[in-house]
C-alpha cells in the first residue's frame, strides 16, 4: 500500500512537468523575412532560374568540364570541407542518442591495509580485498525539452555545414569557369598582338623606307620603333598573366602548378536564358543563405537549452553488480547489490552563471537572426551587380564592334596617305595603337559578358542540389 500511495503522489508531479514543459522549450518557427525588391532587374520574373541549370549544362565545353569534375573531386578546399563535414555529423549523431541512457560496466579490486592507530583498525588487524562488478546506468528526464533541444541543435549545427560545403562547390565550379575563360580570353588577346607586332614590324621597315625617301623625318622611324617595343611589352605581359592565370586553375584543381590543356576562346558560348528567378528562389538555393538560416535555427535551439536550465531536472541513477570479500564468492547469488536513486535537483545559487548563459544565448540568436537578414541582403546585390554587368557588358560589345571597325579603317587609310604625305606619322601612330587597344578590350568585354553570367549562376545558387527538406521526424 506504501508503494502505492508513492506511484500515486509521483504521477501528478510527472503529468505536471510535463505539461510545463510546453512553456519552456519553444517550437522553431522559420523566420518570414521579405525578399520583395531584393535585387533590381528589368527582367520579367518567374519561377525559372539560371541556377535550375546544372553545371554541365550551363558551361558545355568539353574540357571545362573534365576540370570541374577533376576540382570537385580533388581540390584541397573541398576535401577539407568533406573533413568537416564527417566531424559535424558525428556531432549530430551523438546529439540524435541524446534521449538514451548512459550505460558503463566495469571490474574493480580493492585492496585496503587499515592503520592500527584508526578507528577501524584498532578492531581490525591485517588487509582487506574486495572484488566487485558492477554495472551502472543514468538518465535524465526530458521534462523541460532540453535534451529535445539538444538533438534539434545538433541537426541545425549538421545541415548548416552541409550547406556550408555546397556553397564552397558553388564557388569552386565558378571560380574554375571564370579562370578558364579568362586563360582563354588572355590566348586570344596574345595571338591579336602578335598579329599586330608581325604588322608593327612591317611599318617600321615601310617607315625607314620613307625616311630614305626623304618623306618623313628620323623622329618618325624612332616613334615606329617605340610602337613596335610597345607591342612586344603587351606580348610579355600577357604571357606572365596565362601562366599564373595556369598556376591559379592547377591549384584550384589540387595539383602542381603547370600548363593547362584548353580550347579556344571564340568557341566559347553559354545557352543559357540569363533570368534570375523570383527572389524568394535564393532562400532554398543559395548554400550561404541556407546555412545562415540553419546558424539562426541552432542557435535558437541553444536558447531552449539555456532557459531550460533554471528548472529542476530529474534523473535516475541505477547500479547494480558482483561485491565479494573473497574472489571464490564473487558469482554467488549473495555477492548480487543493487541501488536505485531518484533525485530532482533544482539550481539556487551558482553565481548566476546560468542567467549568464541564458542571455548571452538570446544575443548570440538575435546575431543569428541579423546574420541571415545580412546574408539575403548581399545575395540580393550580388545578384543585382551581376544583371548590371552582364547587360552593361553586353551593350558594350555592340558599341566596341562598331568602334574597332571604324578603328581599322582609319589605321588602314592612314597607312596609305602617309605615303603620299596627306598624313603626318602621329596621326598614323595614334590609329593603329587605338585600334589594337579596341581589339583587346573587345576580347575583355567578351570575357567580361560570360563572367557575368558565371557570377550570376554562382550567386543565384547554381552548381549544386539543394538541401533536402526536413521532415517532422528529423526535426
Avoid at 55 to 63: A, E
Avoid at 364 to 370: E, F, P, S
Wanted: glycine share 4%; aromatic share 8%.
Amino acid at each position: 500500500m506504501k508503494k502505492l500511495k508513492i506511484y500515486q503522489l509521483a504521477i501528478p508531479v510527472v503529468v505536471s512537468f510535463l505539461v510545463q514543459s510546453c512553456f519552456v522549450a519553444k517550437n522553431y518557427q522559420k523566420p518570414e523575412l521579405s525578399t520583395e525588391n531584393l535585387y533590381r532587374t528589368d527582367l520579367d520574373l518567374d519561377s525559372n532560374s539560371l541556377a535550375s541549370m546544372s553545371w554541365d549544362k550551363l558551361f558545355t565545353d568539353p574540357v571545362l568540364q573534365g576540370y570541374i569534375r577533376s576540382g570537385l573531386e580533388n581540390n584541397y578546399d573541398m576535401l577539407i570541407a568533406l573533413q568537416t563535414l564527417k566531424a559535424a555529423e558525428s556531432n549530430m549523431l551523438q546529439g540524435k542518442e541524446s534521449y538514451l541512457p548512459t550505460l558503463d560496466i566495469g571490474p574493480t579490486w580493492t585492496h585496503q591495509t587499515y592503520s592500527q592507530n584508526s578507528q577501524f583498525g584498532r578492531l581490525f588487524t591485517g588487509s582487506l580485498d574486495q572484488f566487485e562488478l558492477t554495472a551502472n546506468a543514468s538518465w535524465e528526464a526530458d521534462i523541460w525539452g532540453k535534451i529535445r533541444s539538444t538533438k534539434r541543435s545538433a541537426i541545425a549545427a549538421y545541415l548548416g555545414t552541409v550547406a556550408a560545403q555546397q556553397a564552397i562547390q558553388t564557388e569552386l565550379v565558378a571560380n574554375i569557369a571564370s579562370i578558364y575563360y579568362q586563360i582563354l580570353a588572355a590566348d586570344a588577346q596574345l595571338k591579336v598582338a602578335e598579329s599586330t607586332l608581325e604588322n608593327r614590324v612591317s611599318s617600321v621597315e615601310v617607315i625607314h623606307s620613307l625616311k630614305e625617301s626623304g618623306s618623313v623625318n628620323e623622329v618618325a622611324v624612332k616613334q615606329t620603333e617605340a610602337q613596335q617595343y610597345g607591342t612586344e611589352i603587351i606580348i610579355q605581359d600577357l604571357k606572365y598573366n596565362i601562366k599564373i592565370l595556369e598556376n591559379t586553375l592547377s591549384i584550384l584543381l589540387g595539383e602542381a602548378p603547370g600548363e593547362i590543356n584548353r580550347g579556344s576562346f571564340e568557341a566559347q558560348t553559354i545557352d543559357a536564358e540569363v533570368t534570375p528567378g523570383v527572389p524568394a528562389l535564393l532562400l532554398s538555393r543559395r548554400p550561404d543563405v541556407v546555412s545562415a538560416e540553419f546558424n539562426f535555427r541552432q542557435a535558437f535551439e541553444n536558447t531552449n537549452i539555456a532557459k531550460s536550465n533554471f528548472y529542476p531536472s530529474l534523473t535516475i541513477s541505477a547500479s547494480v553488480g558482483l561485491q565479494s570479500l573473497e574472489l571464490r564468492n564473487w558469482f554467488s547469488a549473495n555477492s548480487i547489490f543493487s541501488t536505485l536513486i531518484t533525485g530532482i535537483t533544482q539550481p539556487i545559487l551558482n553565481k548566476r552563471q546560468i542567467r549568464t548563459n541564458y542571455e548571452v544565448a538570446q544575443a548570440n540568436q538575435q546575431t543569428a537572426y541579423l546574420q541571415y537578414e545580412q546574408t539575403l541582403l548581399n545575395a540580393g546585390k550580388e545578384v543585382s551587380d551581376a544583371l548590371a554587368t552582364y547587360k552593361n557588358e553586353t551593350e558594350k560589345l555592340i558599341i566596341r564592334n562598331n568602334q574597332l571597325e571604324a578603328l581599322k579603317n582609319a589605321a588602314d587609310y592612314s597607312d596609305e596617305l602617309l605615303q603620299y604625305g596627306l598624313v603626318n606619322y602621329l596621326e598614323v601612330l595614334t590609329a593603329k595603337d587605338s585600334a589594337l587597344n579596341t581589339e583587346l578590350d573587345l576580347i575583355s568585354n567578351k570575357y567580361n559578358q560570360l563572367n557575368a553570367v558565371i557570377t550570376l549562376y554562382r550567386s543565384l545558387g547554381g552548381g549544386y542540389q539543394p538541401l533536402p527538406v526536413l521532415t517532422t521526424e528529423e526535426n
